[in-house]
């Protein structure tokens, strides 16, 4: 069987606003925001490493503005050339997508493990809905396999119109891998877009939280609540990828739930973030979009905070 490794991503932010009303009541937020050290051990086992294509499955319909929003994120995470990226060589303001994708690639320094190189793949479109609109885990799998099995993580992306098993009642998306095979072995993603079924879970800042403090939703960057919400989410499954692709990597807490490097930090995005607030964006003046991130051909986003491993905390672009 494929293992499957299944993120709360927003649920835990809202578990934390649960606990925040419940142990702190009338407090101070000023008291709130202590943060804790977080160190993710270390479990000895491969991480992914050298040449690796990241290959997109849309499954449903989404507009080609939609698709070039993702497209543009994952290609600010690696030159075209293939080399590897700095942010001034890739054309990315700071603070930039790149310079996110950095505390996640410090981890391979830990485990000894060659960096990878990251590059946009190929983009499957599967409009026609070929495993129905309400998929099971296991089918997101299959449809994981579209993408190719070798050096590849496979992004599966599910249209507003598709109900994935679980999908708002536990996790916003999953990663896993493939079983070993002769033709390889991948690791794969699973997104779905949110913007009809669960924003309040799953578009979080960017949509009212289904609970707590319901302070006004931030404007997207990119004009398209389930769009941002999906990259936010993507980012976060592919640091938990890259850091655990197999199960073995770097986690804490048990294997069927492991915190991960993106995980271990909800609902954080900039500094001075406590439950109900993002943090201390950056904001578009001609908009009054909230983000965190420059990409490539000017697009903007927002990306979760990693736990950086130099100083076990929550790391965010926007100091």
Same mark, same amino acid.
């Given at each position: 069987?494929?293992?499957?490794?299944?993120?709360?991503?927003?649920?835990?932010?809202? #578990?934390?606003? %649960?606990?925040?009303?419940?142990?702190?009541?009338?407090?101070?937020?000023?008291?709130?925001?202590?943060?804790?050290?977080?160190?993710?051990?270390?479990?000895?086992?491969?991480? #992914?490493?050298?040449?690796?294509?990241?290959? *997109?499955?849309?499954?449903?319909?989404?507009?080609?503005?939609?698709?070039?929003?993702?497209?543009?994120?994952?290609?600010?995470?690696?030159?075209? =050339?293939?080399?590897? *990226?700095?942010?001034? +060589?890739?054309?990315?303001?700071?603070?930039?997508?790149?310079?996110?994708?950095? $505390?996640?690639?410090?981890?391979?320094?830990?485990?000894?493990? @060659?960096?990878?190189?990251?590059?946009?793949?190929?983009?499957?479109?599967?409009?026609?809905?070929?495993?129905?609109?309400?998929? $099971?885990?296991?089918? #997101?799998?299959? /449809?994981?396999?579209?993408?190719?099995?070798?050096?590849?993580?496979?992004?599966?992306?599910?249209?507003?119109?598709?109900?994935?098993?679980?999908?708002?009642?536990?996790?916003?998306?999953?990663?896993?891998?493939?079983?070993?095979?002769?033709?390889?072995?991948?690791?794969?993603?699973?997104?779905? !877009?949110?913007?009809?079924?669960?924003?309040?879970?799953?578009?979080?800042?960017?949509?009212?939280?289904?609970?707590?403090?319901?302070?006004?939703?931030?404007? @997207?960057?990119?004009?398209?609540?389930? %769009?941002?919400?999906?990259?936010?989410? #993507?980012?976060?499954?592919?640091?938990?990828?890259?850091?655990?692709?197999?199960?073995?990597?770097?986690?804490?807490?048990?294997?069927?739930?492991? /915190?991960?490097?993106? =995980?271990?930090?909800?609902? %954080?995005?900039?500094? !001075? +973030?406590?439950?109900?607030?993002?943090?201390? *964006? *950056?904001?578009?003046?001609?908009?009054?979009?909230?983000?965190?991130?420059?990409?490539?051909?000017?697009?903007?986003?927002? /990306?979760? +905070?990693?736990?950086?491993?130099?100083?076990?905390?929550?790391? $965010?672009?926007?100091?």
């Amino acid at each position: 069987m494929a293992s499957r490794i299944q993120s709360p991503t927003m649920f835990g932010l809202l #578990l934390l606003v %649960i606990l925040f009303q419940r142990s702190f009541g009338a407090r101070k937020l000023a008291a709130l925001v202590e943060p804790q050290p977080t160190t993710l051990t270390y479990h000895n086992g491969h991480l #992914l490493t050298g040449p690796i294509s990241i290959n *997109l499955v849309w499954y449903g319909k989404f507009t080609p503005a939609q698709r070039a929003i993702v497209a543009d994120f994952v290609s600010s995470l690696s030159s075209s =050339s293939g080399k590897k *990226l700095s942010s001034a +060589a890739a054309g990315q303001p700071e603070p930039s997508v790149a310079t996110w994708w950095k $505390t996640a690639e410090s981890y391979y320094a830990l485990s000894k493990s @060659p960096l990878p190189v990251l590059s946009l793949g190929k983009q499957v479109l599967d409009e026609s809905y070929s495993l129905g609109r309400s998929p $099971t885990s296991d089918q #997101l799998l299959a /449809l994981a396999v579209e993408g190719g099995q070798r050096r590849a993580v496979n992004v599966v992306l599910t249209a507003e119109d598709v109900a994935v098993e679980g999908f708002c009642m536990s996790r916003c998306g999953t990663h896993g891998a493939s079983p070993r095979s002769k033709s390889g072995r991948f690791a794969y993603v699973w997104v779905g !877009n949110s913007v009809t079924q669960c924003p309040g879970q799953c578009a979080w800042p960017f949509h009212q939280p289904l609970y707590g403090p319901q302070t006004p939703p931030l404007v @997207p960057p990119n004009d398209d609540v389930g %769009i941002d919400g999906m990259v936010i989410n #993507l980012a976060s499954m592919l640091a938990g990828t890259f850091t655990n692709p197999f199960g073995d990597g770097f986690f804490q807490g048990p294997v069927e739930a492991p /915190l991960e490097a993106a =995980s271990a930090c909800p609902g %954080i995005y900039g500094k !001075n +973030a406590y439950p109900g607030y993002a943090g201390d *964006l *950056l904001v578009d003046q001609s908009t009054g979009a909230s983000y965190n991130a420059k990409g490539a051909d000017g697009r903007k986003y927002l /990306l979760p +905070a990693l736990v950086d491993p130099v100083t076990s905390s929550c790391s $965010t672009l926007v100091k």
